[in-house]
């Protein structure tokens, strides 16, 4: 038979303590501080698809200037 049966203190973790201001409804630093880091990183992934689709477009006009016009 298994021991402590009946005793289940701890089982399933702890509880994290809560500040005034979480228990009132703000929300915590850190969760402001992932905000401000998603907003960075989006941000930035913008830069780099404009950046890309710069170089495609500079890459795709000069090939179009080299070719001869076509003659009917």
């Known amino acids: ?3 402590s049966r009946n005793n289940l203190l ?3 973790g702890q509880r994290k303590k809560l500040s005034r201001a979480e228990q009132q409804g703000a929300g915590t630093a850190r969760d402001s ?3 401000v880091a998603e907003d960075k990183k989006q941000e930035l992934v ?3 698809r404009e950046r890309a ?3 495609t477009a500079t890459a795709v006009e ?3 200037q080299d ?3 076509a003659q009917s």
């Open 67 to 69: 070719a001869p016009p």
């Open 10 to 12: 701890g089982v399933g």
């Open 62 to 64: 000069p090939a179009a």
């Open 33 to 35: 501080d992932r905000k």
């Open 46 to 48: 913008r830069k780099m």
């Open 53 to 55: 689709e710069a170089q």
């Open 1 to 3: 038979m298994a021991k």
